[in-house]
């Protein structure tokens, strides 16, 4: 079952990057990532529009990368509802550790 994880992040807290459709925040701006599923080990977070009209949009981590002493630099989170996408257009979250 899809959970709506915390944190709830508005979408006022991310930075927008029109160039490549991506929000983009650190760690401590988000306060981390939560289940996605109740049956799995998935995290992510639950964005929150600042429009009216627009659903809330889950994302959950799709890809870390790490550095050669094996530190995380960061995650990039893909919506797990793609079809919610349709008003907006197609973007997702990276999530830089700080």
Known sequence: ML???HPY???DQLTWVPQ???FVAEMSDIGG???VYDDSADVGL???SRYPGHDDMVFVVDHEKRDSEG???YWKLKPVNPSQQ???GHFN?????D
Do not use: A, D, Q
Request: proline share 4%; glycine share 4%.
């Open 93 to 97: 979250i990276t999530v830089f550790n």
């Open 46 to 48: 639950t964005l929150v």
């Open 9 to 11: 992040v508005h979408s």
């Open 33 to 35: 990532f939560g289940r």
């Open 3 to 5: 959970l709506t994880p």
């Open 71 to 73: 530190e995380v630099l």
């Open 86 to 88: 349709r008003k907006t």
């Open 20 to 22: 490549s459709r991506n």
